[in-house]
């Protein structure tokens, strides 16, 4: 992954805070989606291409790490909390976790289309078309989601959860980065 001058980066002792970075890195790397997809129909440049396969990789490898940390261990865990405040957070957790439901779906194609991309050199004007398609609504699938999660659901969880729950919650995002 690309090192981000001055990007502030957390540890797992703050596994909110850990998550949100992970979010600056979705943002990163779907704008590389969207900088390169208007040149998918000519041959790509190496730093198309490296960039391409990078956010690629990126994606298909750690975005779902990311998402089992927040429905496998932030979100139960929510779930379970009996703090009144902690209710305004759980009435966000199902619609989240479609919307990684359908950001799979999209990846998905998004992934084959690029693979093709990097094996062809190009893709054919109606693969390209797709690809930009499911970018563009993967984009508006982030914004929402993104913005729900650090304006919302993060700062709620650090304040409520307990520290033996953050502690746990960090052993579990820690044991998938394995």
Same mark, same amino acid.
């Given at each position: ?6 990007? %502030? ?5 703050? $596994? ?21 997809? $208007? ?8 730093? &198309? ?10 994606f298909r490898e750690s975005a779902p790490k990311h998402a089992a940390d927040e429905e496998e261990s932030l979100f ?10 902690? %209710? ?6 199902? &619609? ?11 990846h998905a194609t998004v992934d084959t289309l690029g693979k093709r991309c990097l ?35 993060? $700062?709620?969880? &650090? ?11 960090? &052993? ?7």
């Open positions: 992954m690309p090192v981000q001058i001055g990007a %502030t980066t957390h540890s797992f002792s703050d $596994p909110t805070a850990l998550l949100s970075d992970c979010h600056r890195r979705i943002e990163m790397f779907l704008g590389t989606f969207e900088a390169v997809a $208007p040149h998918l129909e000519s041959k790509l440049d190496n730093n &198309a291409r490296m960039a391409l396969e990078s956010a690629l990789r990126y139960p865990r929510l779930r379970e909390s009996t703090d009144a405040d902690a %209710t305004t957070a759980l009435t966000k957790l199902d &619609a989240l976790e479609q919307d990684h439901r359908r950001a799979n779906t999209l094996e062809h050199g190009f893709l054919w004007a109606a693969d390209a078309n797709l690809f930009r398609q499911a970018v563009a609504e993967l984009a508006l699938i982030y914004a929402v989601h993104i913005r729900i999660e650090d304006d919302e659901v993060f $700062p709620i969880a &650090a304040q409520k959860l307990s520290a033996i729950d953050k502690s746990a919650i960090a &052993a579990e995002m820690r044991e998938r980065r394995k």
